[in-house]
Nanobody
Framework: QVQLVESGGGLVQAGDSLKLSCAAS????????MGWFRQAPGKEREFVAR????????YYTDSVKGRFTISRDNAKNTGYLQMNSLKPEDTAVYYC???????????????????WGQGTQVTVSS
C-alpha cells in the first residue's frame, strides 16, 4: 500500500503561483508513476499531469502546458505540481495519485491509478 498526502493549496489571485506537494509513504518503491488530477464543483475529475517516478518523463493536459510543471524528488518520496499564471478556471480540488509497478499504464484516466490522496483545494479569484 501507498499513502499519499497533498498540501500547498490555497486562495490566490489570477496570475499568481502555487506549488502543491504530494508526500508518499508506505511501499513507495512500488510507485511507477504519479499523476495530478483536479475536480471542480459539478464537474468530473480531470487529468492534469503525470510523471514517471523513476524515469521522470512527463505529460500534461493541453490547458496547463506552459503554466504547470510536474516534478518529483525520489529521495523525499514527494511529488510536486508547480502552478504558474493561475486562472479562475484552475479552481478545483487537486488530487495526487500513484500507479503501482506492474499494474499497467499510467495514463490520463482516473482508473489508471491505484492510490489517491485526500485532495487539496485551490481557489483562484479573478
Amino acid at each position: 500500500q501507498v499513502q499519499l498526502v497533498e498540501s500547498g493549496g490555497g486562495l490566490v489571485q489570477a496570475g499568481d503561483s502555487l506549488k502543491l506537494s504530494c508526500a508518499a509513504s508506505g511501499r513507495t518503491s512500488n510507485i511507477y508513476a504519479m499523476g495530478w488530477f483536479r475536480q471542480a464543483p459539478g464537474k468530473e475529475r480531470e487529468f492534469v499531469a503525470r510523471i514517471g517516478w523513476t524515469v521522470g518523463n512527463t505529460y500534461y493536459t493541453d490547458s496547463v502546458k506552459g503554466r504547470f510543471t510536474i516534478s518529483r524528488d525520489n529521495a523525499k518520496n514527494t511529488g510536486y505540481l508547480q502552478m504558474n499564471s493561475l486562472k479562475p478556471e484552475d479552481t478545483a480540488v487537486y488530487y495526487c495519485a500513484a500507479r503501482r509497478i506492474g499494474a499497467g499504464v499510467a495514463g490520463t484516466n482516473a482508473y489508471d491509478y491505484d492510490y489517491w490522496g485526500q485532495g487539496t483545494q485551490v481557489t483562484v479569484s479573478s
